[in-house]
C-alpha cells in the first residue's frame, strides 16, 4: 500500500509548543471506531471512561540526558551529537550541524573531551569513539533531546519526562504517558483498574518517517524492550475476565503484541524488537489505546490506522485539526476504546499484508 494513503495536512500554529502546566487538562478525543462515534472531554475525565477491572500498560523508560554540543576540531563548527547506545568510550549517534565524515575530529565541553569519528554502522548512524565513556559524556554535557519541531529552548527537563519514568534508555519519550499526574494514576488505582508497566526504549526506529513509496518497504531498527512476568499475569488475569487491556502509547503496543503467542498470550521476556505494524496486522494483546496525534507518514500514525482503521482515524484527526487540537509530543490526546472490525480494512476495501518483523533476543 502506498504510504500517501496515510498523508494529511496540519497548519503550523496546532504544533504544540510546550507542555501544559497541568498536564491532566490537555484534550481528550474519543474514538469509538466499532460505532463510528466520536466525543470531546478532558484527560482528566479518563477514569470515567474506563471499568473496574480494566488494565493500562504503561511504558517505564525514561528519557536519556543524549543530546551533546560538540565543535569539530579546528574549525570550531558546532555539531549537535545525539547519542544513541554504547559502551565504554564506544557509542552510537545521529549528527546534525557541520558536516562530519569518517576520521573527523570533536571536542565537548571546554576541549576535554576528545572525539573521533569511525565510520557508520548498518543502519547509518555514526560509530565514534572518545576519551571519556558514554555514561560520563551524558552526565557532565547531556540534555534531554526534544523534536526538532519544538522550538523552545527552555523546556525544563522534567516536562518532556513521564511521571512514572524509571529505567534510562530512551532517546525520546513515550508521550502518550506524558498527560498522567501523579493524582489521576491513583484515581485510576483507586476505582479498580489495574497499572502493568512494560520498558521499550525509544530510539529512531519510532520516529523517523516512511521514506519509502509503499509502506511494506519500509524497515524499522531495533529497540531493546521488556515485559515482566507481574505485567504478563496482569494482562492473563484481565482476559480471563473478559477486561480491556489498554495501552498507552504505541510503543506499549508494539512490545505487547512482540511477546504475544497465536492465541493472545504474553510471554515475559525481553530483547530486541523491530516489529512494524500496519493495516492487515491482527491484534492478538492490546484491546483499547491511549495515544497522541502523529506526524503524516510516520509509523505510530500508520499504526494507529492498523488498530482503528485508517478512514476513522484520518476523519478523527480532520475533526482534531478543526476544534484546534495541539498536535505531536506536547499537544492532546486520543483514548480509542476498541479495535475497528476488519483489521485496518483500507477505504478501498483492500487490505494491507500485516507481515510483521519480530526479532528477539
Known amino acids: 500500500m502506498k504510504v500517501d494513503l496515510f498523508d494529511y495536512e496540519l497548519p503550523e500554529h496546532l504544533i504544540a509548543q510546550r507542555p501544559l502546566e497541568k498536564r491532566d487538562e490537555c484534550r481528550l478525543l474519543v474514538l469509538d471506531p466499532k460505532e463510528g462515534a466520536i466525543a470531546h472531554k478532558l484527560f482528566s475525565d479518563l477514569p470515567s471512561l474506563l471499568s473496574p477491572g480494566d488494565l493500562l500498560i504503561l511504558n517505564d523508560t525514561k528519557v536519556l540526558r543524549a543530546r551533546i554540543p560538540a565543535r569539530k576540531k579546528g574549525s570550531g563548527g558546532h555539531v549537535e551529537l545525539l547519542l544513541l547506545e554504547g559502551e ?47 555514561e560520563e559524556i551524558m552526565k557532565g554535557f547531556g540534555k534531554v533531546p526534544l523534536p526538532p519541531y519544538i522550538k ?52 529512531p526506529a519510532t520516529f523517523k518517517l516512511v521514506r519509502s513509496e509503499r509502506v511494506e518497504d519500509h524497515s524499522m531498527e531495533y529497540e531493546w524492550f521488556e515485559v515482566p512476568e507481574e505485567t504478563a499475569e496482569l494482562i492473563r488475569k484481565a482476559k480471563e475476565e473478559g477486561k480491556r487491556t489498554i495501552a498507552v502509547g504505541t510503543t506499549v503496543v508494539r512490545a505487547l503484541e512482540s511477546r504475544a503467542s497465536s492465541d493472545g498470550t504474553v510471554i515475559p521476556g525481553c530483547g530486541r524488537t523491530n516489529m512494524f505494524i500496519y493495516p492487515g496486522y491482527r491484534f492478538k494483546v492490546v484491546d483499547g489505546m491511549i495515544t497522541n496525534f502523529h506526524l503524516p507518514r510516520s509509523t505510530p500514525l500508520i499504526l494507529v490506522c492498523a488498530f482503528a482503521g485508517r478512514d476513522m482515524i484520518l476523519r478523527a484527526y480532520e475533526e482534531a485539526i478543526e476544534k484546534g487540537y495541539r498536535f505531536y509530543s506536547f499537544g492532546d490526546a486520543m483514548f480509542i476504546t476498541g479495535r475497528a472490525e476488519g483489521y485496518g480494512v483500507l477505504d478501498n476495501g483492500e487490505e494491507g499484508k500485516g507481515e510483521v518483523w519480530d526479532h528477539q533476543g
Open 88 to 134: 565504554g568510550k564506544r557509542f552510537k549517534a545521529l549528527a546534525r550541524g557541520r558536516r562530519i565524515r569518517e576520521g573527523t575530529e570533536l571536542e565537548i565541553g571546554d576541549g576535554s573531551v576528545d572525539v573521533r569519528v569511525l565510520g557508520r554502522d548498518r543502519e547509518g548512524n555514526w560509530v565514534l569513539e572518545a576519551s571519556s565513556t558514554y
Open 152 to 203: 523552545s529552548q527552555d523546556i525544563p527537563e522534567e516536562g518532556y519526562q513521564t511521571v512514572y519514568a524509571k529505567r534510562e534508555g530512551s532517546i525520546a519519550a513515550p508521550t502518550a504517558g506524558l498527560h498522567f499526574t501523579e493524582d489521576l494514576l491513583e484515581r485510576i488505582k483507586g476505582m479498580g483498574v489495574g497499572i502493568g508497566f512494560i520498558t521499550l526504549h525509544v530510539g
